[in-house]
């Protein structure tokens, strides 16, 4: 009777606190005694507040109807748990799912059924206990008389270390199959545990202990992370903040990627920052990208299958690569090894899983050796140090980068035709871009493709990106096309129809090979195809693009018509058009607008006289009308279209032109389709976009909007008024300009009012400084954090009011 009438006065001075303050989170108790109690339908009320304000405990959503106990940064516009008692055994958002401080001084959880999930089995105590959530955000349970911890927090750590909170031999950061731990030789070490292989990745398993600037001496077996941002173990690994100083908060996280990661928060807009983290070259981290997988990071983590090899479930990249032929296979029934040879892959690795190793071998001797072994998959020679021979098992921890000089050789039946190849590459973790989408040949990018130095084989596969998100289309779309038959022939050929009556049509293989002259001329090459110029009987010119990276087999006609159907309606004034296509078997092509100006970059960039064209600098009206043009290309795309293109790879090489100067962006065609609906953004399978233009977010693990593209119409936009590329800038040291110091810059010229150093001087100062500064304005914001970004509907309209301006007025200087 006691217990519930406390329980009453408790609610009654919570709801009264509630009604006074609703909003200030100092209304939430410090410290509560026993009996006290919270239920998951009171959620977001904290169950506890620390007493200066900056942590907060209670129950966080973790699902659609899952709730988590746990602690965060009150803070933290996100709520990011920093601490939580059930994170595998959620509760029950309905119902009376509850925390309970018992009479006993057990703190527990109970899920909606009654069943206890979590409890910090302190109970049975004859004690007067009380629960607090400290400052340091340690959730503790005191003896009230001699005020000694009974359970802290702090020794359960989940994926984070807070400020203070000492790691020890007693303690994990566990994040899915990773974890950072302290070993058994004193090392402080990253690990990777899955289902097939365990290995440890971190320090460098390549090299001694002491090699890796570690010490296996010291056995206290401690880390811990100041308050100035400094991460510091016993064996003398040290990680510090990049804003290294008191007064941030700050939290040490390890995460799904395998990687530990120092996030410092931000005060006035509540989100993170990392400001360090444990692996530079995050596809150290074992298992990211399954067996056979490759892993590759450029500029975010991507996983993609060798040669040959399929990936075995695409939901899941940590399933890894199939191979399409039987290879590593000891059984009869497997091809003898003569009928087998080696593809060469550069840049590209396995980690581990050697069958052995050995030295001062020729390279035919180790390829003998290789075929010769029914087990070995694949080999890697290296000629610096003799001739050294690592003929492969299975396939782990594979990656591959620009900069690594290893090169593998996969083995692969004789009959296997590696010019047919398709390989699926594909974001690991939700999160994720395409390959290296660096420009090799500026005109080669015109459509997007990848560059040919990434190799033959590792195509962009973003057209089965596109086809991925077919079924979600289908329902994005339904209303358009489908009629009340559920039968998908009809429905298509009613959507032929309607694309029948508009300019898009169907073309015949045999009509594009004439039309480009058996595809003679070549306008650009990538990826996903290649382009040529063409002409249609009745004289129109056109641009052909060729997609060799479908796979012909499970991609059928149907789906490329249901894909056909999308793009096909997509028509704007500075949108390229997609004028039809033709898919007959294996070939499948795109037929594009031609647009005879070339792209931006040719002459926004190049020297007049410097290239082969000789091009006089871009006047500022025309410069204006791109900006405004690309602005309301995007602003269709997002919002009036149909609500869910993000183009993804925003930039001068996909802004074309035309004789007037009108911009029309090239490549959404193979941009990824959104559902808008998802108030925490989309999780896009796939993803691309070019270093120098792509948003912050995209190294952090967010999901992906539309405000990725606002970022990188900043990056283009400021490029316009400079005149040169941005990711080219440097500081007076020769450094590279990073983003803080661009917006620094930028918020100078806005303060100051002095656009005029910041304008590209070829122009000699004829251009409109009202237009300019909006524009730098403009730039500026869509560098900000993601959500103060601008959208581009905003965008468009801003650069719309000082569109009617003089071409330019005289300029004082
Ligand atoms: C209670 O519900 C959870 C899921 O919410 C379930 O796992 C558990 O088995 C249930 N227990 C009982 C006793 O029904
Ligand atoms: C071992 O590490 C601890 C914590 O970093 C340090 O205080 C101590 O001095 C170290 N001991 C030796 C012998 O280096
Ligand atoms: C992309 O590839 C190019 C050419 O191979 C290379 O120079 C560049 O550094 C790569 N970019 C990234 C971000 O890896
Ligand atoms: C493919 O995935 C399944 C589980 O979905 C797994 O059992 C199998 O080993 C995987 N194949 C390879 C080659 O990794
Ligand atoms: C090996 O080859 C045999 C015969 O072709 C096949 O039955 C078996 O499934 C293969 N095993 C593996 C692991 O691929
Ligand atoms: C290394 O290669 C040589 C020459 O092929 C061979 O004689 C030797 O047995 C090999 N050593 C090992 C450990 O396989
Ligand atoms: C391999 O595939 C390419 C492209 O599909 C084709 O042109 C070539 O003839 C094929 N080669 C063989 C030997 O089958
Ligand atoms: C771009 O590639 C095409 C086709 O390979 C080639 O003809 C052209 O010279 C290249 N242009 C430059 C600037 O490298
Ligand atoms: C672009 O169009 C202008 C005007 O028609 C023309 O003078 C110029 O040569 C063109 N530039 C290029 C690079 O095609
Ligand atoms: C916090 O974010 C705002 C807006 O993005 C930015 O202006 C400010 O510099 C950030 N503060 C810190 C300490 O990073």
Not at 443 to 454: C, F, K, L, Q, T
Request: with cysteine; proline share 4%; hydrophobic share 35%.
């Amino acid at each position: 009777m006691v217990g519930l009438f406390d329980i009453g006065i408790l609610v009654v001075q919570l709801s009264l606190a509630c009604l006074l303050l609703c909003s200030s989170a100092s209304t939430a108790q410090h410290t509560l005694g026993a009996g006290s109690s919270l239920s998951v339908e009171d959620q977001p009320r904290p169950f506890l507040v620390s007493p200066d304000g900056t942590f907060s405990c209670g129950f966080l959503q973790a699902g659609d109807n899952a709730f988590t106990f746990s602690i965060w940064f009150t803070a933290d516009r996100s709520s990011t748990a920093v601490w939580s008692a059930n994170r595998d055994a959620p509760v029950n958002g309905r119902g009376s799912s509850r925390v309970t401080f018992r009479r006993d001084g057990e703190l527990a959880l109970a899920d909606a059924n009654g069943t206890t999930v979590w409890s910090t089995k302190t109970g049975g105590s004859k004690k007067s206990l009380a629960v607090s959530l400290r400052d340091t955000g340690n959730l503790v349970i005191t003896d009230t008389s001699t005020g000694r911890a009974t359970w802290q927090s702090f020794d359960w750590p989940t994926d984070t270390l807070l400020p203070s909170q000492p790691f020890t031999k007693n303690t994990k950061l566990v994040a899915g199959y990773y974890s950072l731990y302290f070993d058994n030789d004193n090392v402080l070490r990253m690990l990777y545990d899955g289902p097939e292989i365990a290995s440890i990745y971190w320090p460098y398993p390549g090299v001694s202990v002491f090699n890796n600037g570690r010490t296996n001496y010291n056995s206290s077996r401690i880390a811990i992370l100041d308050d100035t941002g400094v991460f510091q173990s016993s064996d003398q690994a040290k990680g510090e903040a990049s804003d290294l100083g008191l007064g941030i908060k700050r939290r040490l996280t390890m995460e799904q990627d395998g990687n530990v990661r120092m996030y410092s928060l931000n005060a006035s807009t509540g989100g993170w920052a990392v400001t360090w983290l444990a692996l530079k070259v995050p596809c150290q981290a074992h298992g990211l990208c399954g067996r056979n997988g490759l892993c590759e990071y450029q500029p975010s983590l991507r996983c993609s299958c060798p040669p040959g090899y399929v990936i075995n479930d695409s939901r899941d990249w940590r399933k890894g690569c199939k191979p399409t032929f039987a290879v590593g296979n000891c059984s009869r029934g497997a091809p003898p090894p003569e009928r087998y040879k080696f593809i060469k892959v550069p840049h590209t690795d396995f980690y581990g899983f050697d069958l052995w190793y050995n030295e001062s071998v020729t390279f035919k001797q180790c390829r003998d050796m290789c075929r010769n072994m029914c087990q070995c998959t694949a080999f890697s020679y290296r000629i610096n140090g003799g001739g050294k021979c690592y003929p492969k098992g299975t396939l782990f921890n594979g990656f591959t980068a620009a900069n690594f000089d290893g090169i593998i050789y996969f083995k692969v039946p004789q009959d296997f035709n590696a010019s047919a190849l398709q390989v699926s590459s594909q974001s690991a973790g939700g999160l994720m871009c395409s390959p290296n989408v660096t420009v090799v040949n500026v005109s080669a990018d015109v459509y997007g493709m990848a560059p040919r130095s990434s190799g033959k084989w590792t195509y962009l596969f973003a057209f089965a990106g596109v086809l991925g998100l077919l079924d979600l289309l289908f329902i994005a779309t339904g209303w358009w096309f489908l009629s009340s038959k559920q039968s998908i022939p009809s429905s298509l050929e009613a959507g032929y129809r309607m694309l029948m009556t508009s300019q898009f049509r169907r073309f015949t293989y045999r009509e594009l090979r004439d039309a480009t002259g058996n595809f003679k001329e070549e306008l650009g090459r990538g990826g996903s195809g290649v382009v040529y110029r063409g002409v249609l009987d009745g004289g129109k010119v056109v641009a052909v693009k060729r997609l060799e990276a479908i796979d012909v087999t499970t991609r059928g006609d149907e789906e490329f018509w249901a894909e056909m159907t999308v793009l096909g309606r997509i028509n704007h004034i500075n949108l390229v058009r997609i004028w039809g296509f033709c898919s007959e078997r294996k070939h499948k092509l795109l037929v594009y607008e031609y647009v005879d100006n070339q792209s931006l970059d040719r002459h926004l960039f190049e020297e007049a006289g410097g290239g082969k064209t000789t091009t006089t600098t871009l006047a500022w009206s025309d410069r204006y009308k791109i900006a405004l043009g690309t602005a309301r290309g995007l602003a269709y795309l997002h919002h009036e279209c149909l609500e869910w293109v993000i183009h993804c790879d925003v930039k001068p090489e996909n802004i074309l032109l035309t004789r007037e100067f009108d911009a029309k962006i090239a490549d959404f065609g193979l941009a990824k389709l959104s559902k808008r609906d998802g108030a925490a953004g989309v999780e896009l399978t796939h993803m691309r976009g070019t270093s120098g233009y792509m948003a912050p977010e995209w190294a952090l693990n967010l999901p992906i909007n539309a405000k990725v593209d606002v970022y990188s119409f900043g990056i283009v936009l400021l490029e316009i008024v400079v005149g040169g590329r941005i990711a080219d800038q440097r500081t007076e040291a020769g450094e590279r300009l990073q983003l803080p110091q661009i917006t620094q810059v930028l918020r100078h010229v806005v303060d100051s009012g002095d656009v005029m150093s910041l304008v590209d001087a070829r122009l000699q100062g004829q251009f409109n400084p009202r237009q300019a500064m909006e524009m730098v304005r403009i730039s500026l914001a869509c560098m900000e954090d993601r959500s103060s970004r601008p959208t581009m509907d905003d965008i468009a309209k801003s650069l719309t009011a000082f569109d009617d301006e003089d071409e330019h007025p005289a300029y004082h200087s």
